[in-house]
């Protein structure tokens, strides 16, 4: 069964504390960029259920 997805794909940048997190201070952690938006995560998640996503987008 192939499906179409149509939609945008973004940066997302995720921070993560390397300790507990401090709220009203400074925070030493790591920083990544992935791949996101929504269409892009459902096009992944049908990929992931071994369906055959095609994935339209404009990158940003």
């Known amino acids: 069964m192939g499906i179409v997805v149509f939609g ?6 995720k921070g993560y ?3 507990q997190y401090i ?3 400074r925070n ?3 920083v990544i960029q992935v ?5 892009r995560n459902v096009a ?6 071994e369906l055959r996503p095609t ?3 404009v990158v940003d």
Not at 35 to 39: K, L, S
């Open 8 to 13: 945008a794909t973004f940066v997302d940048i």
């Open 17 to 19: 504390p390397l300790t």
């Open 23 to 25: 709220e009203a201070g």
């Open 28 to 30: 030493v952690g790591r």
């Open 35 to 39: 791949h996101g938006g929504v269409a």
């Open 44 to 49: 992944e998640d049908i990929a992931n259920v």
């Open 55 to 57: 994935f339209v987008s």
